[in-house]
């Protein structure tokens, strides 16, 4: 396979973010970008438009996307092969457990959050994630991802619910 032929068959893994486009998703991949200066690497994000006929991937999904053969059209580039994590239900790729939060450097996994219920006593302020609903419950009450969006130009003092800012 030659190098042009292996450039057109990766994937990237990149977040979804509210689209306007139809039939499309907003995909944003972080990239580490070299600065020749430092010698340090820097985050940088790149936006792709995934082709996305059947509306599998909402705002906050992961997503694994790859490039189509020719364009769609000028922005629409990629196609999304899969969700690979909901939002809100990440799995480590290394151990297959479930992360509970990620914060300070420190992943907490919910098998952890459950041995320490045991030793100390199940809590009232704890979510239970067994009980907890799927996505999508909130569809019309809180959850508005499903709507069709529009870009917000101004700000005319009426409510504009369904609105991604520029």
């Known amino acids: 396979m030659s190098l042009v032929g292996a450039a057109k068959s990766l994937l990237l893994l990149g977040r979804c973010a509210p689209s306007v486009k139809q039939n499309a998703s907003k995909i944003i991949v972080k990239k580490l970008e070299l600065d020749q200066n430092l ?5 940088k994000n790149e936006v792709y ?14 997503v694994l996307i790859q490039e189509l053969s020719e364009k769609l059209t000028t922005h629409i580039t990629h196609q999304v092969l899969k969700v690979v994590y909901p939002l809100g239900d990440v ?5 297959n457990k479930k992360v509970a939060a990620l914060g300070n ?3 907490t996994y919910r ?3 459950e041995e320490i219920d045991n030793l100390y006593g199940l809590t009232e302020k704890r979510f239970n994630y067994d009980n907890a609903p799927k996505r999508g419950w909130q569809e019309d009450k809180k959850d508005f991802s499903h709507k069709k969006s ?3 130009y101004h700000e005319s003092g009426e409510e504009q619910p369904y609105s991604v800012p520029r």
């Open 39 to 43: 010698l340090m690497y820097f985050p």
């Open 49 to 62: 438009y995934a082709h996305d006929p059947e509306n599998q991937c909402k705002t906050g999904d992961v």
């Open 91 to 95: 799995t480590d790729p290394i151990t």
């Open 105 to 107: 450097g420190s992943v």
């Open 111 to 113: 098998g952890d959050l």
């Open 150 to 152: 529009y870009i917000k």
